[in-house]
């Protein structure tokens, strides 16, 4: 996140996305698929100006480099503290696996998207809770139900 450059970045609409480089040097690329998100890089690139280096800098040192992991970190722990939640930056790599797998995205999809080289690693990520877990088997049998009478 913090080392993530404009140059990384496409917003070509239909086909917005980011090339990052993950673990082991490994580059890959991750759609954007929020348009949301993309609304909001598009206002944040037009109002700072950015049009290469880092898309995150530090303001402070006045210098405009590459906004450090430890500062995001700090950032994101003031936000936190303020609405009295415990949630660290990977929970939300966690949380939005978690999103997909809930809503039907395949494991080799949501593999390739957090760029796991092992099946195994994501399926970590796979706890549905009970009550979706509940649910789905609850939609299931209405179908199987409803097919067999």
């Not at 549905?128 to 409803?146: G, I, P, Q």
Request: charged letters at 25%; a positive charge.
């Amino acid at each position: 996140m913090s080392n993530i450059y404009i140059e990384d970045l496409s917003l070509t609409t239909d086909d917005e996305h980011i090339n990052v480089l993950g673990k082991g040097s490994q580059r890959r690329t991750v759609l954007l698929d929020d348009q949301r998100l993309v609304a909001m890089l598009r206002t944040y690139l037009k109002q700072t100006g950015y049009k290469y280096g880092p898309l995150f800098r530090a303001e402070k040192n006045f210098r405009g480099g590459s906004l450090r992991y430890q500062s995001v970190q700090q950032k994101w722990s003031g936000y936190c503290k303020k609405a009295s939640i415990f949630c660290s930056i990977h929970d939300l790599r966690h949380a939005h696996a978690t999103e997909l797998i809930n809503n039907g995205v395949s494991l080799n999809t949501i593999r390739k998207r957090l760029g796991h080289k092992n099946l195994q690693t994501t399926l970590r990520y796979a706890q549905e809770s009970d009550a979706t877990a509940d649910a789905e088997l609850r939609a299931w049998r209405r179908r199987y139900d409803r097919g067999h009478h």
